[in-house]
């Protein structure tokens, strides 16, 4: 990530913390770690004495985990349709190779420090708070979506891509992980990479979601695959039933139809999606997204938002250097001609109706961006979206 990539907003004790930060630390401002060095100062309230020993806590934490994530963009790649013969890898792909880790795989280099033991210490990811009188008011939770882009052309630079993703999750530690994109041959890398997360999986064949629970911090319940009637792209909804930092939760991750072309099969998934999300368990918080393709007017067109529906990067205060998940105007791993940025990867939240915890967005960011020293790629040609929340028990 370049120095340019990071918004401050005309705030120039800010950037003056990050480099100083930076300074203490040995980080490189120039080598993208700026976007760390703010990770840790705004989780420190911009203390930067705290932050430093933060980060010199995780560094020093060498229990790691790991996770991937790409997506391929729907106005410049070719409609992934259900004829096998379209999938560069068929599902018989051998299994030893599938489970074999790439000897030549970066740290730690999915927008992160190379060092493998450096990871946010408030990663914890599920913690709790306490009140006054010493019982816990809330507790947090991380959940990661990145589409991981297993059907790029390029097949020989996929395990380092996928590598890279994983040293991403062993980086951030999020309890929840939605992947687009997933092919068995990535499948076999991230099951083996990410031994302390359940791998639940959308698919077999072709190209598939999947969904990563943090075993010590995640319950799993159930889980469900709904196809998409009308698609010609194998796409559906995978829903994932967990209980997590004190709340039930219905998580939905899906990969809408891809292109212009197939606008119309995309507002039909959404609006299907969005129903679902109605009518889930009334004492659950619901969480939808992934790689759903989607520009704003086709929201409008699928009816708006549902009531008690929101926008989570909206609830966060569209951080602008957030928004664009697919910019190819720094992520060069499609070489398109030309230069455009789309918000195509979302996340939406519906609260569990009635009395109950509330799952209330904390801070919403992009990674993914920092290129590759093998293959000089990113991960992906989408950035991967994080998102903290805090569960927030009703108060009496």
């Known amino acids: 990530m370049a120095n340019s990539d990071i918004d401050f907003s005309g705030n120039d004790l800010q950037y003056s913390a990050c480099v100083e930060?930076?300074?203490?630390?040995?980080?490189?401002i120039e080598e993208g770690d700026i976007g760390l060095a703010q990770f840790y100062l705004e989780d420190s309230g911009w203390n930067v004495n705290i932050a430093i020993q933060k980060y010199r806590q995780g560094q020093s934490?060498?229990?790691?985990?790991?996770?991937?994530?790409?997506?391929?963009?729907?106005?410049?790649?070719?409609?992934?349709?259900?004829?096998?013969?379209?999938?560069?890898?068929?599902?018989?792909?051998?299994?030893?190779?599938?489970?074999?880790?790439?000897?030549?795989?970066?740290?730690a280099s999915a927008g992160a420090p190379s060092a493998a033991g450096r990871k946010p210490a408030s990663t914890k990811s599920t913690s709790a708070s306490k009140s006054s009188s010493g019982t816990p008011?809330?507790?947090?939770?991380?959940?990661?979506?990145?589409?991981?882009?297993?059907?790029?052309s390029m097949e020989h630079t996929l395990q380092e891509r996928t590598m890279a993703v994983c040293d991403a999750v062993k980086l951030y530690v999020p309890d929840v992980v939605y992947l687009q994109e997933v092919i068995p041959l990535s499948c076999g890398l991230i099951s083996s990479s990410l031994p302390d997360y359940k791998l639940i999986v959308g698919g077999q064949q072709d190209y598939f979601t999947a969904v990563l629970l943090?075993?010590?911090?995640?319950?799993?319940?159930?889980?469900?695959?709904?196809?998409?009637?009308?698609?010609?792209?194998?796409?559906?909804?995978?829903?994932?039933?967990?209980?997590?930092?004190?709340?039930?939760?219905?998580?939905?991750?899906?990969?809408?139809?891809?292109?212009?072309?197939?606008?119309?099969?995309?507002?039909?998934?959404?609006?299907i999606a969005f129903e679902r999300m109605k009518t889930a368990a009334v004492h659950n918080a619901v969480i939808f997204g992934g790689d759903l393709n989607l520009r704003d007017p086709e929201v409008?067109?699928?009816?708006?938002?549902?009531?008690?529906?929101?926008?989570?990067?909206?609830?966060?205060?569209?951080?602008?250097?957030?928004?664009?998940?697919?910019?190819?105007?720094?992520?060069?791993?499609?070489?398109?001609?030309?230069?455009?940025?789309?918000?195509?990867?979302?996340?939406?939240?519906?609260?569990?109706?009635?009395?109950?915890?509330k799952v209330v967005p904390e801070r919403f960011s992009l990674i993914g961006k920092k290129r590759l020293p093998g293959c000089r790629r990113f991960p992906s040609d989408h950035w991967g979206k994080v998102c903290d929340f805090k569960v927030e028990e009703e108060t009496k």
């Open 214 to 271: 943090k075993k010590t911090t995640v319950q799993h319940l159930s889980d469900d695959i709904e196809p998409f009637p009308g698609t010609v792209m194998q796409r559906k909804i995978q829903t994932v039933q967990v209980k997590c930092a004190g709340a039930d939760l219905t998580l939905m991750c899906s990969h809408l139809e891809s292109t212009k072309d197939f606008a119309t099969e995309r507002v039909k998934q959404l609006k």
């Open 61 to 107: 934490d060498a229990h790691l985990i790991e996770e991937p994530d790409s997506v391929p963009d729907p106005a410049a790649k070719r409609p992934k349709t259900s004829d096998a013969s379209s999938a560069p890898h068929p599902a018989g792909a051998p299994s030893a190779s599938v489970g074999t880790p790439f000897a030549g795989a970066p740290s």
């Open 300 to 357: 409008v067109k699928a009816g708006g938002l549902p009531s008690g529906v929101s926008d989570i990067w909206q609830l966060s205060g569209a951080p602008p250097d957030a928004k664009f998940t697919w910019d190819t105007s720094q992520n060069d791993n499609l070489r398109l001609p030309f230069k455009v940025k789309c918000r195509f990867d979302r996340l939406y939240l519906r609260q569990a109706y009635g009395s109950g915890p």
């Open 21 to 28: 930060f930076c300074s203490v630390t040995g980080l490189l």
């Open 137 to 152: 008011s809330q507790q947090k939770f991380r959940l990661i979506t990145w589409n991981i882009d297993g059907l790029d």
